[in-house]
């Protein structure tokens, strides 16, 4: 098995979790609905409403991560970065996921792991409302999304240290990106002619122009 095929392996697995934890999001968007509906509307409200929603949203914030990370998604201050060769920032890549990225986050999971186990230990229950909700799986998903992030850092490793031995950085598993990030890319590619360029971009803005008269028409009508 080649190495692009082992990234390109950890990368969907990353996907695949961030994909499906995704879905919590309709969870959470039903899970407020009802309680909006509780609350104003029968005058019923639920207590545990709020640890609930917090759980389903830190979950979903957590099993992320690594698919963020797999998609080069995560924010950074590129303004020197960018302009960078690609050994400089493969060199600079591998020096932050040695010294800072890897301990950081093998502390998470060896942290988050004694967390979980003494919360099932003791059958941990919230204390931000009377009569919380259970949290001892909540915490669970702590040293398992740290764990799925290490195993996509150490992807990221691999691929800083084939950049410095080619001069490029491997490919990574593509995904669905915001029109202005395909913009960029497309604008600073060497392998893209610039007919091509000129046309993607053009269908980019026209799709950008498009959802602003769907948001202006929308705005109208209310």
């Not at 998609?71 to 010294?99: C, E, I, K, W």
């Not at 998470?108 to 949290?135: C, F, K, M, Q």
């Not at 999304?145 to 195993?151: D, W």
């Given at each position: 098995?080649?190495?692009?095929?082992?990234?390109?392996?950890?990368?969907?697995?990353?996907?695949?979790?961030?994909?499906?934890?995704?879905?919590?999001?309709?969870?959470?968007?039903?899970?407020?609905?009802?309680?909006?509906?509780?609350?104003?509307?029968?005058?019923?409200?639920?207590?545990?409403?709020?640890?609930?929603?917090?759980?389903?949203?830190?979950?979903?914030?957590?099993?992320?991560?690594?698919?963020?990370?797999?998609?080069?998604?995560?924010?950074?201050?590129?303004?020197?970065?960018?302009?960078?060769?690609?050994?400089?920032?493969?060199s600079l890549d591998l020096v932050l996921y040695l010294v800072f990225f890897i301990?950081?986050?093998?502390?998470?999971?060896?942290?988050?792991?004694?967390?979980?186990?003494?919360?099932?230990?003791?059958?941990?229950?919230?204390n931000v409302t009377a009569d919380g909700p259970p949290v001892y799986h909540f915490?669970?998903?702590?040293?398992?999304?740290?764990?799925?992030?290490?195993?996509?850092?150490?992807?990221?490793?691999?691929?800083?240290?084939?950049?410095?031995?080619?001069?490029?950085?491997?490919?990574?598993?593509?995904?669905?990106?915001?029109?202005?990030?395909?913009?960029?890319?497309?604008?600073?590619?060497?392998?893209?002619?610039?007919?091509?360029?000129?046309?993607?971009?053009?269908?980019?803005?026209?799709?950008?122009?498009?959802?602003?008269?769907?948001?202006?028409?929308?705005?109208?009508?209310?």
């Amino acid at each position: 098995m080649s190495v692009q095929r082992v990234l390109h392996f950890v990368d969907g697995v990353s996907t695949f979790v961030g994909k499906a934890a995704a879905w919590l999001i309709i969870g959470l968007m039903l899970l407020v609905c009802a309680e909006v509906f509780k609350r104003y509307i029968l005058n019923m409200p639920t207590a545990w409403i709020f640890d609930a929603s917090n759980m389903l949203y830190g979950s979903l914030f957590m099993l992320c991560g690594a698919y963020t990370l797999a998609q080069n998604a995560h924010v950074r201050g590129d303004f020197l970065y960018s302009s960078m060769r690609p050994r400089t920032q493969a060199s600079l890549d591998l020096v932050l996921y040695l010294v800072f990225f890897i301990p950081g986050i093998a502390a998470l999971v060896y942290a988050g792991a004694d967390y979980a186990a003494d919360s099932w230990r003791i059958n941990e229950h919230s204390n931000v409302t009377a009569d919380g909700p259970p949290v001892y799986h909540f915490k669970t998903v702590i040293p398992i999304a740290g764990a799925l992030v290490l195993f996509q850092g150490f992807a990221e490793i691999v691929r800083a240290v084939v950049c410095l031995k080619t001069g490029e950085w491997p490919s990574r598993l593509k995904d669905v990106s915001e029109t202005d990030v395909i913009e960029e890319q497309l604008a600073h590619s060497e392998y893209v002619d610039d007919e091509s360029k000129k046309r993607a971009i053009e269908g980019a803005s026209r799709i950008d122009e498009i959802a602003r008269q769907r948001g202006m028409g929308s705005e109208l009508q209310s």
